[in-house]
């Protein structure tokens, strides 16, 4: 179990950036694969990227890929979703995840026991 909070979301204009945070909780931070997942009104919960425990593997969804990168800073128990070149597509509550595992590859939501509360990003055109 860990506990995490988003913050960094906003307004912005198409073609801006943004960059999420999601600081978490506990002291084993570093043993938790991470993912940023996101929905929009009326949708379901989207994948949009993962990061693995010691950060040297990431996975992206095809729609995000050389605009969105994931890191974390484990030594701040922090992961970041930085987010270039935005679209109104993108707009959407964003949400970062934890599991107590080193696959990053399984997509689902249902696979990510703990979650933040979501940061709203609204993209403008």
């Known amino acids: 179990q860990v506990q995490l909070v988003e913050s960094g979301g906003g307004l912005v204009q198409t073609g801006g950036s943004l960059r999420l945070s999601c600081a978490a909780s506990?002291?084993?931070?570093?043993?938790?694969?991470m993912g940023w997942f996101r929905q929009a009104p009326g949708k379901d919960r989207d994948f949009v990227a993962a990061?693995?425990?010691?950060?040297?593997?990431?996975y992206y969804t095809d729609s995000v890929k050389g605009r969105f990168t994931v890191s974390r800073d484990n030594a701040k128990n922090t992961v970041y979703l930085q987010m270039n070149s935005l679209k109104p597509e993108d707009t959407a509550v964003y949400y970062c995840a934890a599991r107590f595992s080193g696959n990053i590859y399984n997509l689902a939501p249902r696979s990510y026991p703990d979650w933040g509360q979501g940061t709203q990003v609204t993209v403008s055109s």
């Open positions: 990061i693995s425990a010691g950060g040297l593997n990431t």
């Open positions: 506990g002291r084993t931070f570093s043993s938790y694969s």
